[in-house]
């Protein structure tokens, strides 16, 4: 990520944030119902464009169910077949491989 902390692990602080953020909005006289919501929806417009990034490199990454179901059934059509070597990158002359025992497959 390329030293940004993933969104998950920042939910936690920014929600009580938000509602500290509401709560000092509202004004102390005579209610009023525009300047919370103003507030609130700056608020969060503010936070979502800083928070917005563009793709990562997991973004083109094959998905590992649909990989491991590929395997499967290339263990399944050929019984003599002991392991699967199959590609866990985003292109497979990089290298990147995992070797799966078709004896877990089956």
């Known amino acids: 990520m390329h030293g940004a902390p993933e969104g998950r692990y920042l939910v936690l602080i920014t929600l009580p944030n938000i509602a500290a953020a509401v709560a000092l909005a509202v004004p102390a006289g005579p209610p009023s119902r525009s300047v919370p919501f103003v507030a609130l929806a700056t608020l969060v417009a503010v936070v979502g ?13 094959p998905r590992w ?10 263990c399944q059509a050929e019984p003599h077949l002991r392991r699967v070597t199959v590609h866990t990158a985003q292109w497979p002359m990089l290298g990147w491989e995992a070797v799966l025992p078709c004896d877990r497959l089956r």
Not at 49 to 61: S, V
Not at 65 to 74: I, P
């Open 65 to 74: 169910d649909t990989t491991v179901a590929e395997a499967r059934t290339q």
């Open 49 to 61: 464009i800083a928070n917005l990034r563009p793709g990562g490199y997991t973004d083109g990454l």
